[in-house]
């Protein structure tokens, strides 16, 4: 059974970081995405990375998020700094797999003012 566990998301201040991770198991991703989706608003691509390596990134969240693997953990994270209120939202990690896509529950991330 493949499955996607998000965690690391919490309340923090703005101007401030935090790492979110995704770890998924019951198969060997070859896309992870971030994607987040805040009250009101659609989900949105926040940053992708390919099991080799090739990243991509929304344009309002580059230089500030970075998104890195652990291939041998099969774990994918996503430092995030320089965070503002506007960056509030429920952070999901889908997983591609063989053209299938596979989403984890979410974490929230909070930024106060």
């Known amino acids: 059974q493949v499955q996607v566990v998000e965690s690391g998301g919490g309340l923090v201040q703005a101007g401030g970081s935090l790492r979110l991770s995704c770890a998924a198991s019951?198969?060997?991703?070859?896309?992870m995405a971030w994607y987040r989706q805040a009250p009101g608003r659609q989900r949105e691509l926040v940053a992708g990375?390919?099991?080799?390596?090739?990243?991509n990134y929304a344009d309002s969240m580059k230089g500030r998020f970075t998104i890195s693997t652990d291939n041998a953990k099969n774990t994918v994270y996503l430092q995030m700094n320089s965070l503002n209120p506007e960056d509030t939202a429920v952070y999901y990690c889908?997983?591609?797999?063989?053209?299938?896509?596979?989403w984890g529950q979410g974490t929230q991330v909070t930024v106060s003012s």
């Open positions: 990375i390919t099991r080799g390596g090739s990243s």
């Open positions: 889908r997983m591609t797999v063989l053209g299938r896509n596979y």
């Open positions: 019951g198969s060997i991703f070859s896309i």
